[in-house]
């Protein structure tokens, strides 16, 4: 398993934009597809976006395509989630996540590896 780290959450009001980071540690970063989960209080945790492996293939939930964008740098062993035109619906604990492979899955029994979580906090 990988270990992961969010960052980037916070409190922002409707129309603004965040960034979440998610660092990695203690596998190879270049080796593993990840993904982002969301979940509101109340309400079933949800697949948001992933990236494949060398990042060329992306996916996102119909609710954030077009507002989210996922990226990663193998590099920096980092993956990233900007977010713009944020909406009180976006209001969630995110979680960045991880398989190793090639490719991802939207659903989040195929991620072994998660981060702790972070909350993002959308003000109408």
């Known amino acids: 398993q990988v270990q992961l780290v969010e960052s980037g959450g916070g409190l922002v009001q409707a129309g603004g934009s965040l960034r979440l980071s998610c660092a990695a540690s203690?596998?190879?970063?270049?080796?593993?597809?990840m993904g982002w989960f969301r979940q509101a209080t109340g309400k079933e945790r949800e697949f948001v976006s992933a990236?494949?492996?060398?990042?060329?293939?992306?996916d996102y939930a119909d609710s954030v395509k077009g507002r989210f964008t996922i990226s990663r740098d193998n590099a920096k062993n980092t993956v990233y989630l900007q977010m713009n035109s944020l909406k009180p619906e976006d209001t969630a604990v995110y979680y960045c996540?991880?398989?190793?492979?090639?490719?991802?899955?939207?659903?989040?029994?195929?991620?072994?590896?998660w981060g702790q979580g972070i909350q993002v906090t959308i003000s109408s």
């Open positions: 203690g596998r190879t970063f270049s080796n593993y597809a």
């Open positions: 990236i494949s492996r060398g990042g060329s293939i992306t």
């Open positions: 996540v991880a398989r190793r492979g090639s490719y991802y899955y939207i659903q989040e029994n195929k991620y072994d590896s």
